[in-house]
């Protein structure tokens, strides 16, 4: 693949919009609406108790509140677990001795360039969260496999909180039956 020509079309806070021709392996030449994101990452924060930290955001694109995962934009280039270690902090009021990469989650690589980290979080200890100001949230601690509840029936429908739940499962354990 190779890229022909780029039109610029827009610039914003966090994104930034153009216009691309590219050379697809097949020869053919297409003209694609790309939005480049800087990337961001996401927690899986389990407690001693084996509770999940979910947070009950409002988000507008998804029309009112949504269930999902600590997570935020990487800034200034920052490496991702910084990323992770910050939003966990400001989010949910956790920082955590142990971490553990769960990968790479591409939110839709049809037209953004988005990578999230996922990642899990153990051994939290509190501190102060802070909050944005554009940041609607209330935090709660739900049991794994509640949360892997929600995920199965549709009540969690946040794309990287469901990749990073799949991820987990092999690390978390779960109650004798």
Request: aromatic share 6%; hydrophobic share 45%.
């Amino acid at each position: 693949m190779s890229i022909e020509k780029v039109t610029h079309v827009y610039t914003g806070r966090v994104i930034e919009v153009n216009v691309e021709q590219v050379r697809l392996p097949n020869d053919h030449l297409a003209t694609l609406e790309i939005i480049h994101h800087p990337g961001g990452a996401a927690i899986l924060a389990l407690d001693a108790a084996n509770r999940v930290c979910l947070v009950r955001q409002f988000r507008h694109a998804a029309g009112g509140y949504i269930w999902e995962l600590p997570a935020g934009k990487i800034d200034h280039n920052e490496p991702p677990l910084q990323t992770a270690q910050r939003e966990l902090a400001e989010e949910a009021g956790r920082t955590a001795r142990e971490w553990r990469s769960l990968g790479e989650f591409l939110p839709s690589p049809g037209f953004l360039t988005e990578v999230v980290y996922l990642f899990l979080a153990r051994e939290l200890s509190e501190v102060a969260s802070q909050l944005e100001a554009s940041e609607v949230l209330e935090t709660h601690w739900l049991p794994f496999e509640q949360v892997m509840q929600m995920a199965q029936s549709g009540e969690l429908r946040d794309g990287k909180s469901l990749a990073a739940l799949l991820r987990a499962a092999a690390y978390v354990q779960s109650p004798a039956r």
